[in-house]
């Protein structure tokens, strides 16, 4: 069973969770806590069952058991490949999407809103790219433009599958540094990755494997010399 609810500090919490495709045991009472104001990654082998125990945590699926802790809404960030770039959107669009998952969709924008938008294509540095379509961006500028959507919603919870896989280095670093900031700001971030460098850039570091989650593993930011 699904329990969703505001907990009483900011961390995002799953317990005991299990989960199964048809024939395919995937997640076999995973749990986590992940605290406001750090990076957590995610990591495991392919097919461990990374985006599967996101989508839990976003609610796209339900968990055979097991419970959810939320501190307040999600802004997920999917994995570039999940998108059908060929849609006729903008970068503007996809943006403004995230101030309609707080608006509600069709109604519209307050000038707050359009400020919030605008606010986040800069930050993330696509404001020069706002007219262009979403099948005419580099994988860094859709990821980019993806962040934008999530930091438009506002929301103290942001989740990203694989944000910087594909990508060269330099994308990779503003990924990160942008991930270190929105912790900073107190928010809950977690991403899953293989990327070692992301890994190396997070204060956490949890290893999902066998269907549970090991114990967090130091990372070079959190060793104190
Ligand atoms: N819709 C689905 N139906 C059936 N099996 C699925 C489905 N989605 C994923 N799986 C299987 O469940 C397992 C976990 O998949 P998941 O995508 O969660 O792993 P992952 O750790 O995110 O992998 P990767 O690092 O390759 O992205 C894999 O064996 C995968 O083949």
Sequence with gaps: MLVSSAATTAELRVRDVWFAYPNRP?????????RAGEVTALRGD???GKSTLLDIVCGVRRPHRGTVELPGRIAYVPQRTDLDSRLPVTVRDVV???AWSDRGLWRPLRRSDRRAVQGAMERVGIDPLASRRLDELSGGQVQRTLMARALTTGAPVIILDEPTTGLDSE???VVADLLAELAAEGRVVLHATHDEEALRASDVVLHLAHGTISTPQPTASSVVE
Excluded: D, H, P
């Design 171 to 173: 994308v990779r670093r």
């Design 26 to 34: 995937v997640l076999q009472g995973a749990e986590l806590s992940v």
């Design 96 to 98: 403004m999407m995230g």
């Design 46 to 48: 392919n097919g461990a």
